[in-house]
């Protein structure tokens, strides 16, 4: 046979779209012609499947003229996941292989030089993928390098193998029954391993009311600003948060998984284990949110399902914090380019933490400001007030006399304030589908029931400060959860007026 037709997948966003290698062998001068819309990557593949060819102890058709193409044509390929697709549809063409056997499989690999196969991006995108596809009726299994398949195996009922190199897939793609003491092994789903140890807060002390913000924060999934001097406790209090919030369920942790494996970060030891990412303030907004050609996550989406910590919030890029405000919203990144467009999950949980001033003692009681009223304005300015009204708590946390920190005990642990996290989070679940923080406007009609004290009180107050529909709306949600943490049905007016408190925004020199 002359023509051979081979399955994989090419990566457009978190999606995998199927795309077919076609391979022609005719005779004429030799060439090895590939078509299809390929990046430089996917070009070069024709030098390395021609060595892993001949160093893997196989023939490789040098008197022929070879054409490949990478259909649809209209679809961006890159990477070198298609050098063993390629590589095995040059040997189908030539008659080596079996086409039976060969098209009840999907491949992708990098191959090196020598013929051992490379782990590639992505390998969990195309799990997904193919499970969809099983759910219609076409049953193809996946072969994959054996790291990347080990990642590809967390999909449920994924029929995935792993390979050493380009000679262990032909072996069992031969026109003769393969040896029976090489079968296929199918790679096992990973365990869920215990979590790793994060840091305790039984290691803050005192700061009750910025340890309180973070449980709430944890309860239900609010975004939290800690403002404060130096050293008061405020990369501690936010590195601690992670460790409060409830398990993984299974969907989470598979999008999680798998734009961390577009990322290639992702480490089987981390499955169902939330993420937490804590880019530099030099970040970019393409770092953030993520960009290029072809378009990859970024900070947030990497962030999907986890936290999100942004030390030193006014030192971002204005830029960079503006792009934040439209993910906060809908917790989704709409990516787009002249060539193409990418859509990412980004449902993180945003925790920053920034100084009042420039030095960073204003309001300290235990040294003095030296900043004049235009500075700290000028300072605080750097965070708009649209990005300011998406995060629904806003913390002071004072710097503590060294006498107090001396004398105070330690604090509630982690474990503790996460059972009652849990259980407030059970809570709102079984009223609603999701957490708090995500309730939509109807949701809050419905769920945030006030009574008519809480409900004149907060009228009076968000009318004498001025607040804005989502600040209100805002309020109402920690206040929920609030209510949650209490057991409590419905709102009372101390749960709002707790929830206000965390609304008190920024405060000028």
């Not at 467009?341 to 030095?359: D, H, I, K």
């Not at 060294?402 to 604090?411: E, F, H, N, Y």
């Amino acid at each position: 046979m002359s023509l051979s037709v081979v399955h994989s997948h090419a990566l457009l966003g978190l999606q995998a779209q199927q795309v077919q290698v076609e391979v022609h062998l005719a005779n004429g001068l030799p060439s090895f012609t590939l078509v299809g819309l390929a990046d430089t990557e996917v070009k070069e593949a024709r030098e390395r499947v021609r060595a892993a060819i001949a160093n893997s102890g196989l023939e490789f058709p040098v008197n022929k003229r070879i054409t490949v193409n990478l259909a649809p044509a209209d679809l961006p390929k890159d990477s070198g996941r298609f050098d063993l697709p390629i590589a095995l549809g040059i040997l189908a063409a030539a008659g080596l292989l079996d086409p039976v056997k060969l098209g009840g499989y999907e491949y992708a690999g990098e191959l090196s030089l020598g013929g051992e196969l490379r782990p590639v991006r992505g390998a969990l995108a195309m799990a997904l993928a193919l499970a969809a596809s099983q759910s219609h009726g076409q049953g193809r299994a996946l072969v994959l390098p054996e790291l990347s398949a080990q990642e590809a195996a967390c999909v449920p009922d994924a029929r995935v193998y792993g390979a050493r190199d380009l000679s262990e897939v032909v072996r069992r793609l031969l026109p003769a029954e393969p040896t029976e003491g090489e079968p296929w092994v199918r790679v096992s789903p990973p365990h869920r391993l215990a979590p790793a140890p994060q840091p305790d807060m039984v290691d803050v002390r005192g700061q009750a009311g910025a340890r309180r913000a973070v449980e709430v924060a944890a309860a239900g999934g609010h975004s939290l600003l800690l403002m404060g001097p130096p050293g008061s406790g405020k990369s501690m209090l936010a590195q601690r948060l992670a460790g409060l919030l409830p398990p993984m369920q299974t969907q989470e942790a598979l999008e999680s998984a798998a734009i961390a494996s577009l990322a290639g970060r992702f480490v089987p030891e981390h499955w169902a284990q939330r993420p937490t990412c804590a880019p530099h303030h030099t970040a970019s907004a393409i770092a953030l949110v993520g960009g290029g050609s072809p378009p990859r996550p970024g900070e947030i989406s990497l962030a999907h399902g986890g936290v999100l910590f942004l030390d030193e919030l006014p030192e971002f890029p204005r830029a960079a914090l503006e792009a934040l405000r439209e993910p906060l919203e809908s917790g989704r990144i709409h990516i787009a380019r002249a060539a193409q467009r990418a859509e990412f999950p980004a449902r993180f949980q945003l925790v920053a933490a920034m100084n009042p001033c420039p030095c960073g003692h204003l309001g300290s009681s235990v040294r003095a400001c030296r900043c004049t009223p235009e500075q700290v304005a000028r300072y605080q300015g750097k965070i708009s007030g649209p990005l300011l009204d998406r995060i629904d708590l806003q913390v002071e946390v004072p710097a503590l006399p060294p006498q107090d920190l001396v004398q105070a005990s330690a604090g509630e642990s982690s474990a503790a304030i996460a059972q009652r996290v849990q259980a407030a989070r059970q809570l709102a679940l079984a009223r609603q589908p999701c957490a708090n923080a995500l309730l939509s406007v109807p949701q809050i009609d419905q769920h945030c029931l006030l009574h008519d004290s809480a409900r004149e009180f907060l009228t009076h107050a968000a009318t004498r400060l001025g607040w804005s529909g989502r600040s209100i709306a805002r309020c109402l949600k920690v206040a929920r959860t609030i209510a949650d943490l209490a057991a409590s049905q419905r709102i009372e007016t101390a749960h709002v007026a707790e929830a206000m408190q965390y609304r008190r925004g920024l405060k000028g020199g």
